[in-house]
Structure formats: C-alpha cells, structure tokens
C-alpha cells in the first residue's frame, strides 16, 4: 500500500533544505526525462554546450518502476532511473534541467527539487502543464502564484511552458535562463534531447533490443524486459 503521508513528510523535509536563490554560471546544461513500458523507466540524460548548442553527452539508464503515476509523487516514480542516468555522465553540468516541476507544487517538491537537492546542484522544473497556484497574466514571463507566493513563471514558446526553481537558483534566473535557450517541439533543447534519446531506447526495447540495451552498467545488467 503506497502510504503517501510518508512521501509527503518526505517531500516537505526535502523542501527545507531546496535554496531557491542563486545565479549560476550556465555553460553546461543537462536535460534529464524519461519514458514508460508497463514496468520500467527509461530515463536519459544530456548534456548541451550552450555556448555552441551543441549536444556534448549522451546517456541512459533503466529503473524498474514501483509506484504508479500519482500527482503530486511523480518524483517517487521517475527520480531512480533520472539519477542513475545523471550518474553515469562525465561532463559535470552547471544546471539541471528537470521534466516536471519544482517549487511549483503543493509541498514545493517536485521532482527538480528532489534531484537538486539530492544531487546538490542547480535544478528548474519545466513542465507543460501546472501542478498547482495560478498565472498573473499581463506580464512575461508571467508569475505563478500558489498560497500568496511567486513559485515560477510561464513562458510561452509556441505554447506555454511552466518553469519553476528546484534547487540553487531563484524562480526569476530560473526563468531567464530557459527563456535563453532554443526551443524545439515546445521543449528547451537539452530536455527536448533527453526526451527523444529516452524514446528512442524504449523503442529498441519495444523493437526486441533488450539485450543490447542492458549490456552496459546503469542499465540493469542481465535484466530482461518482459513487453
């Protein structure tokens, strides 16, 4: 039984220990995300020189899944493979660049929190949809306020994205920097890269690649996928 006030009291722990200021250097930006079979994550991380725009890393890494989709706990589902992943890069990044939220949410935990935190490095949340509070439009990027407090903004790049601080930068440099980036498909780039490296491995599973996908370390060694 999923007990959620134990992920809850672990969310808020979490949260009071995320620094929601900062401004750090961004050269080296990851983007890290995920797809689904029935029971496992695929989770890539990549890493992009903003300078250039280019791609300078590329990884992946496989996590059995044990909790099912619940808003608000999407952390709990998705942060095993995500660090796996994030652990296997070489390059250091100056900021994370998480699929899903971070102080835009009702514990101010979502899942660039957790990674931030537990990672202890900068982290945004860009999600493509709120969570929780609202937009004060008029502005942009435009503030998203929930319980009186400004908790990130919405950008609108094609359609909006909702961009909020997770760890080691505050909402307002959270916001600038993405804004910063190009865009493709209605994500910044190193998430949109993420997300279509993490496709294209649960493909090759889905296409009956599985041995070749859990050679290596950080995919499971000697895992089958049952699809």
Same mark, same amino acid.
């Given at each position: 039984?999923?007990?959620?006030?134990?992920?809850?009291?672990?969310?808020?722990?979490?949260?009071?220990?995320?620094?929601?200021?900062?401004?750090?250097?961004?050269? @080296?930006?990851?983007?890290?995300?995920?797809?689904?079979?029935?029971?496992?994550?695929?989770?890539?991380?990549?890493?992009?020189?903003?300078?250039?725009?280019?791609?300078?890393?590329?990884?992946?890494? /496989?996590?059995?899944?044990?909790?099912?989709?619940?808003?608000?706990?999407?952390?709990?589902?998705?942060?095993?493979?995500?660090?796996?992943? @994030?652990?296997?890069?070489?390059?250091?990044?100056?900021?994370?660049?998480?699929?899903?939220?971070?102080?835009?949410?009702?514990?101010?935990?979502?899942?660039?929190?957790?990674?931030?935190?537990?990672?202890?490095?900068?982290?945004?949340?860009?999600?493509?949809? @709120?969570? /929780?509070?609202?937009?004060?439009?008029?502005?942009?990027?435009?503030?998203?306020?929930?319980?009186?407090?400004?908790?990130?903004?919405?950008?609108? /790049?094609?359609?909006?994205?909702?961009?909020?601080?997770?760890?080691?930068?505050?909402?307002?440099?959270?916001?600038?920097?993405?804004?910063?980036?190009?865009?493709?498909?209605?994500?910044?780039?190193?998430?949109?890269?993420?997300?279509?490296?993490?496709?294209?491995? !649960?493909?090759?599973?889905?296409?009956?690649?599985?041995?070749?996908?859990?050679?290596?370390?950080?995919?499971? !060694?000697?895992?089958?996928?049952?699809?």
């Amino acid at each position: 039984m999923i007990r959620r006030r134990r992920l809850a009291e672990i969310q808020r722990r979490l949260a009071e220990r995320a620094v929601l200021v900062g401004r750090p250097e961004a050269e @080296l930006v990851a983007g890290v995300d995920a797809a689904y079979t029935g029971t496992h994550a695929f989770a890539a991380a990549v890493v992009v020189d903003v300078r250039s725009m280019q791609v300078v890393e590329r990884v992946a890494a /496989c996590q059995r899944v044990h909790l099912p989709y619940i808003p608000g706990y999407f952390a709990f589902r998705e942060m095993g493979a995500a660090i796996k992943a @994030l652990r296997r890069l070489k390059s250091r990044a100056d900021v994370l660049l998480v699929n899903g939220h971070g102080a835009a949410h009702p514990r101010r935990c979502g899942i660039a929190t957790h990674l931030g935190v537990l990672l202890r490095m900068p982290a945004i949340g860009v999600a493509s949809r @709120l969570l /929780c509070g609202r937009v004060e439009q008029g502005k942009e990027p435009a503030p998203v306020v929930h319980s009186g407090e400004v908790v990130g903004y919405a950008l609108h /790049c094609g359609r909006a994205v909702y961009v909020s601080p997770g760890h080691g930068i505050s909402a307002e440099n959270a916001a600038a920097l993405v804004a910063g980036l190009p865009f493709r498909k209605h994500l910044p780039l190193p998430l949109h890269e993420a997300h279509a490296t993490a496709e294209a491995v !649960k493909k090759r599973i889905i296409n009956g690649d599985a041995e070749i996908i859990f050679e290596g370390e950080g995919y499971g !060694k000697g895992e089958r996928i049952h699809r």
